[in-house]
């Protein structure tokens, strides 16, 4: 029976709109495509989550995958929170879920500068009965290491968990811990998915 709900937190909880953010930037095509490419697309950019790194250290990375893009780096560097959106929903669906019984609980990749820069859009993480981000155990999704944190500082039975994640990844992964799983597109999809495993929505 599933008792405990875990959230991942961007695309489901709060919008990464990194795309937006970039465009809100005034970037040329040219610049905007280094940054992406030396930021949010680069492998560096699990490392960001991971935290692992100092943030002078991923910095330093960033800044040598794009150059001549100094200005624009750290324009992107220093306003990285308003790439964060809180979704609409989310308050509402915790509470709800909360309300109904379940424990509900955050898994996310989450680098440390980004958390801080957007904690204004995280005010849902006081609502919930815990959280592991990954910049807190220098693990990332779909490493098992991040969700076997999480297990065992709530001390959660992974069948009675039932886990929520956009990225198919991530999903198999907590698959494989004996954690029921939902692909995240849509709430209405999620919740439907909820609905089959049992859970009141």
């Known amino acids: 029976m599933i008792k405990n709900i875990v959230f991942d937190v961007g695309k489901v909880l709060v919008d990464f709109n990194w ?3 970039l465009n809100s930037l005034e970037l040329t095509p040219e610049i905007y495509e280094k940054v992406a490419d030396a930021t949010v697309r680069s492998e560096l950019w699990n490392e ?5 790194m100092s943030d002078e250290e991923i910095l330093q990375g960033f800044l040598e995958k794009a150059p001549g893009c100094e200005g624009e780096m750290m324009r992107f560097w220093n306003n990285l929170g308003n790439s964060i959106v ?3 929903y989310t308050l509402s669906w915790i509470e709800s879920l909360k309300k109904a019984g379940y424990q509900i609980y955050l898994l996310s990749n989450y680098p440390r500068r980004l958390y801080s820069q957007s904690i204004h859009e995280l005010s849902f993480v006081e609502k919930v009965d815990g959280a592991i981000f990954s910049y807190e155990v220098q693990a990332t999704k779909p490493e098992p290491e991040i969700y076997q944190a999480l297990l065992k500082k709530y001390q959660l039975d992974p069948t009675e968990c039932v886990f929520l994640d956009d990225n198919r990844r991530n999903i198999i992964a907590a698959n494989e811990l004996g954690m029921a799983t939902i692909h995240f597109h849509t709430k209405s999809q999620a919740e439907e998915e909820l609905r089959s495993l049992g859970v009141k929505c």
Do not use: N
């Open 19 to 21: 795309q937006g953010f």
């Open 48 to 52: 960001f989550d991971r935290s692992k």
């Open 86 to 88: 809180r979704y609409d």
